[in-house]
């Protein structure tokens, strides 16, 4: 408990660090203790010269060149994430692209609609169980192709967005309404119920509709009904869909968290085809209860027709069923309704995530990445279980405050190709000039460039240096005309765009990237607070170990010396017991 509450109180006097781009930087490697604890902060970060935010300063414990070489898609998000949004990083850590004029995001990831790729997420607002929002497809440029909502008098939710090969999308969808709670003893209950829509993204028809009351009984739910369902307010959910996917014949495969069961249901009617885990289990466990014994689960998703994968997080509020959460891949053969697991992917730490997580099976390599959801981190396995790379972009061991969490991390090939053009920061005092250029996947080196004019047609050509990192700093020659600006280009020199022309003489500064709303840092009054109960609880613990313990000790101790002392009618002495009498 010490080094908790110490490792708290500092995280608290120090919300975030922040670092340099510019100066180069490092994974926290040699200090991973220090960073998981947080000590330098709930959510690490790395600051641009260029940018007006600042992106994930990684913990990369483990790295191996047999890792899938896509790129990183997620959404950090928390109480030190001041200014959420989707974002991606290289494999290094590095970031390649962010925006937060949206604000918070959830299940970024690339998806194809009609032969192109987009970018897709979630947009809204959070109540901590379900999401009240939209869906945004951005294409190649990061630009909005279209934005998305359900049918109907319906918000989205943030679970799961997930667009079908024939050009159709899977939305989950969470409804308050009155239901029977008649079997807890409620009167006119409320419940919150699962639904999901089939709409077609063309043209906004919707193709199906399913809801969970329709075809689950409230009390099957395995979630403890607390002081819920008597109002509106604190309406009960008792399915929980988190994610859909849909396998060749167009039946959807469900996961409802809260009855702990993945569910086959019809595309015909809705019915139930079969269930997997859970109280209604239909299948026989070739793996001793590993395949169907898995609990508040998150993304259930098709592998193959045979295969499916899972997030079985383990773990539920308080209540743990297993002692860390995993991935799993589980082989179903439906005709003769058996299940055997084929592989489980557990955390090097053995984290133990009581909400969100996510696995995907990366098809160009087979190895499989498991984002592990509340605790801030993600691990990319090879297919037969071994950890290749592992890298924590928070403070792990301080996942329970949820200052820093992940809802799903995935990675994709993709090819970023903004409108915009890189941007230049000039430091005079420095001698030197930052580039970047937000989204941008084809730049593989800058050249630096002047001319005696901002709006001259020739500039002349300076050094040339690699592009390794998000930003890159160059120091500006003496020989360099008052007008520097920098050009992106490939290995081949092919010129993609060139920065706005500025004068080396003048300092410029780049204006903080829109959002929506910039969180604060923890309040003062919640750090002294926490500060003094943190103090006591460590001089308590102290006490208890150097002085209390100890008088036991001696209590025990001198009663044996004062036993044996008067059975051989003697007087007590103060003196050692013989060594065999010692514990």
Not at 151 to 156: A, M, R, Y
Not at 454 to 471: L, N, Q, T
Not at 514 to 523: D, Q, V
Request: proline share 4%; aromatic share 12%.
């Amino acid at each position: 408990m010490g080094a908790a509450t110490w490792a708290s109180l500092l995280l608290l006097l120090q919300p975030s660090t922040s670092r340099a781009a510019g100066a180069g930087y490092a994974p926290y490697a040699d200090n991973s203790l220090l960073y998981d604890w947080g000590v330098y902060g709930a959510y690490p970060q790395v600051h641009y010269e260029s940018l007006g935010a600042s992106s994930p300063w990684p913990n990369v414990l483990r790295s191996d060149p047999k890792c899938d070489d896509g790129l990183l898609f997620m959404a950090p998000r928390g109480r030190s994430v001041q200014t959420p949004g989707p974002m991606i990083l290289d494999q290094q850590g590095n970031l390649v692209w962010m925006n937060t004029e949206w604000g918070q995001a959830m299940d970024v990831k690339v998806q194809s609609y009609q032969g192109e790729d987009y970018i897709t997420f979630w947009h809204g607002t959070d109540n901590g169980t379900y999401g009240m929002g939209y869906y945004l497809m951005l294409d190649s440029s990061y630009e909005v192709f279209k934005k998305i909502v359900p049918v109907g008098d319906f918000t989205g939710d943030l679970h799961e967005f997930r667009i079908t090969d024939h050009g159709t999308a899977l939305m989950t969808i969470y409804e308050k309404r009155r239901g029977d709670l008649s079997a807890y003893d409620i009167d006119d209950g409320w419940l919150v119920d699962s639904l999901f829509q089939e709409v077609d993204i063309a043209t906004g028809e919707l193709l199906f509709q399913w809801r969970a009351s329709d075809h689950f009984a409230v009390a099957a739910s395995r979630a403890p009904i607390g002081k819920f369902g008597r109002k509106e307010p604190t309406a009960f959910d008792f399915f929980h869909i988190n994610s859909i996917d849909q396998d060749a014949m167009g039946n959807y495969l469900v996961s409802s968290r809260y009855m702990c069961a993945v569910v086959c249901l019809d595309a015909r009617n809705g019915q139930v085809l079969w269930q997997l885990g859970g109280a209604a289990n239909n299948f026989t466990d070739l793996s001793d209860g590993a395949a169907t014994s898995f609990s508040w689960q998150h993304h259930a998703s098709w592998v193959d027709e045979s295969t499916i994968s899972v997030f079985d997080n383990g773990a539920y509020d308080r209540l743990r069923t297993s002692k860390h959460s995993s991935g799993l891949v589980i082989a179903l053969d439906i005709a003769n309704q058996t299940a055997e697991l084929k592989q489980s992917y557990v955390s090097p730490q053995k984290f133990s995530v009581g909400s969100q997580g996510s696995v995907q099976t990366l098809r160009k390599s087979g190895n499989v990445l498991v984002g592990w959801g509340h605790t801030p981190a993600f691990t990319e396995f090879s297919s037969t279980g071994k950890a290749l790379c592992d890298v924590h972009i928070g403070a792990v061991h301080l996942a329970r405050f949820g200052w820093c969490n992940n809802y799903r991390t995935f990675k994709y090939p993709w090819v970023g190709k903004p409108k915009t053009r890189p941007t230049v920061v000039v430091k005079p005092k420095e001698g030197a000039l930052y580039v970047s250029w937000n989204g941008a996947t084809q730049v593989d080196q800058w050249r630096l460039q002047s001319s005696t004019e901002p709006g001259g047609k020739r500039f002349a050509d300076h050094k040339v240096i690699m592009k390794e990192s998000f930003e890159t700093r160059f120091e500006i020659p003496k020989e360099a005309a008052e007008y520097v600006r920098v050009a992106a280009m490939d290995l081949d020199g092919t010129v993609f765009a060139t920065s706005m022309p500025v004068s080396r003489y003048f300092a410029t500064e780049i204006p903080l990237m829109k959002a929506p709303s910039r969180g604060s840092p923890i309040s003062i009054s919640f750090v002294v607070e926490f500060s003094i109960l943190a103090l006591l609880a460590i001089v308590g613990t102290w006490y208890f170990r150097s002085v209390v313990r100890q008088r036991l000790t001696h209590g025990v101790d001198w009663v044996q010396r004062h036993r044996r002392a008067m059975a051989y009618g003697g007087e007590t002495k103060y003196e050692a017991l013989p060594l065999q009498d010692q514990r």
